[in-house]
């Protein structure tokens, strides 16, 4: 039920089919997830600071659309939350 929620939100935040297009491509986020660990930490750092829909509409408008998918799939993606873990980036 929480996934559904939270799923939901990034939908209004990103767009349904963003978020669908970011889940079919789980294995591209991963893979710049391991590839840019620093700039996939500022941009899950630079989405969690912001604390209203309209700022993280807006942030998210302005994300190059390689660390949106990683960032939604480091939400919503179970093996790409793995990876995260193991690289040691639980700051999610």
């Known amino acids: ?8 939100a990034l939908e209004e935040i ?9 889940l079919r491509r789980s294995e ?3 893979m710049i997830i391991y590839e840019q660990p ?3 930490k500022k941009t899950v ?3 969690q600071r ?3 829909r309209d700022e993280q509409t807006e942030y998210a408008n302005k994300l190059a659309p390689d660390f949106g998918y990683a960032l939604i799939c480091s939400l919503l993606d179970n093996s790409t939350r793995e990876l995260v873990a193991e690289l040691g980036l639980n700051f999610l």
């Open 1 to 8: 039920m929480l996934n559904r929620q939270f799923r939901t």
């Open 14 to 22: 990103f767009g349904a089919d963003f978020v669908e297009e970011s």
């Open 28 to 30: 591209y986020a991963q």
């Open 38 to 40: 620093e700039e996939f």
């Open 45 to 47: 750092l630079g989405f």
């Open 50 to 52: 912001l604390n209203f």
